[in-house]
Antibody, heavy 121, light 112 residues
Framework: QVQLVESGGGVVQPGGSLRLSCAASGFTFSSYGMHWVRQAPGRGLEWVAFIRYDESDQFYVDSVKGRFTISRDNSKKTLYLQMNSLRPEDTAVYHC??????????????WGQGTLVTVST | DIVMTQSPDSLAVSLGERATIKCKSSQSVFNRSNNKNYLAWYQHKPGQPPKLLFYWASTRESGVPDRFSGSGSGTDFTLTISSLQAEDVAVYYCQQHYTTPLTFGGGTKVEI
């Protein structure tokens, strides 16, 4: 069955960097687009980024453009989110999620449990 | 960006009673080329990842009880729980996946 397991969260100071990973199994990772979605404490869900199956294109929410980079290693079946210039408002649980398509975007049936990122002094 | 507006923010419903959640998008999420609404509904419980309930606005995901129903088209959508059960206590989100940035509604907290 599809499994997505995030790692890499932790506490970081404002302005710092962190790289999240999402290990995928149970499906042909290289055939599907992948997303990052976050939920700040006490807030709703916010889509963060999407990457196509072949890394040919990436899409971001405006608030992270220029600071976050989504990437993937299909040989390792792993999705990444490099987060630079972190701000307190980036504090959230970050989930990876599998798209049903390779190039477009669908509803999100499969999600990881999430990893907590805390940006604080 | 497409703004998704849910109402109400929260609602308290007695066991066995109906719960109705509205979702309105700032522009249509209907694709005429395939006759589909790019609208999904999720159920989110604390400590768990969101669970997909409906896709294409009204197609129930496998395993979702039939007391849940999704309806609507274009810009106006509704999630209905016909007879609320204790396990339905959660926050419910609508989401458009018509275009990026994908956007979620603010969520509706359903309580007993």
């Amino acid at each position: 069955q599809v499994q997505l397991v995030e790692s890499g969260g932790g506490v970081v100071q404002p302005g710092g960097s962190l790289r999240l990973s999402c290990a995928a199994s149970g499906f042909t990772f290289s055939s599907y687009g992948m997303h990052w979605v976050r939920q700040a404490p006490g807030r709703g869900l916010e889509w963060v980024a999407f990457i196509r199956y072949d890394e040919s294109d990436q899409f971001y929410v405006d608030s992270v453009k220029g600071r976050f980079t989504i990437s993937r290693d299909n040989s390792k079946k792993t999705l990444y989110l490099q987060m630079n210039s972190l701000r307190p408002e980036d504090t959230a649980v970050y989930h990876c999620a599998k798209d049903d398509y390779g190039t477009g975007w669908s509803s999100l049936k499969y999600w990881g449990q999430g990893t907590l990122v805390t940006v604080s002094t | 960006d497409i703004v998704m507006t849910q109402s109400p923010d929260s609602l308290a419903v007695s066991l066995g009673e109906r719960a109705t959640i509205k979702c309105k998008s700032s522009q249509s999420v209907f694709n005429r080329s395939n006759n589909k609404n790019y609208l999904a509904w999720y159920q989110h419980k604390p400590g768990q990842p969101p669970k997909l309930l409906f896709y294409w606005a009204s197609t129930r995901e496998s395993g979702v009880p039939d007391r849940f129903s999704g309806s609507g088209s274009g810009t106006d959508f509704t999630l209905t729980i016909s007879s609320l059960q204790a396990e339905d206590v959660a926050v419910y989100y609508c989401q458009q996946h018509y275009t990026t940035p994908l956007t979620f509604g603010g969520g509706t907290k359903v309580e007993i």
